[in-house]
């Protein structure tokens, strides 16, 4: 599976329990599915004064935390690696809302399950 380490109720979308870059770098992952940092670097850049290192050093932490896979292949320049997604975006978020959901019931009980009746109605 993946791991992330902490939830952030007070940030929206994938801020949640990502930091900013991360957020960016798997929005763009799960649209191309497959890039290398450097397409991936293009692409934010043009959005954000982000340094290259800093989208390389992102990516392999989003590898060790099992979202991302990465291989090495050769390529006009020499060897690139290229990183894929390894968990859907639908899978993501099944796992953080249910992993929130389990801790809400777990610590709060009675008045989480009161809380999400009284939001859904």
Known sequence: MFSWTEYRPHKEGLQTVFSPIESE???IMWR???A????VHTLLKSKHNVNRSTVN?????????GLLSSSI?????GLRYVYKVKVSRRKFEREVVGKVLDSLLKS???TAKKQMREKLK
């Open 32 to 34: 191309e599915k497959r």
């Open 57 to 65: 050093i992102a990516m392999n932490s989003l590898c060790k935390r």
């Open 25 to 27: 770098i798997m929005g």
């Open 73 to 77: 292949s050769r390529g006009k320049g």
């Open 36 to 39: 290398t940092a450097r397409t």
């Open 108 to 110: 709060y009980g009675k």
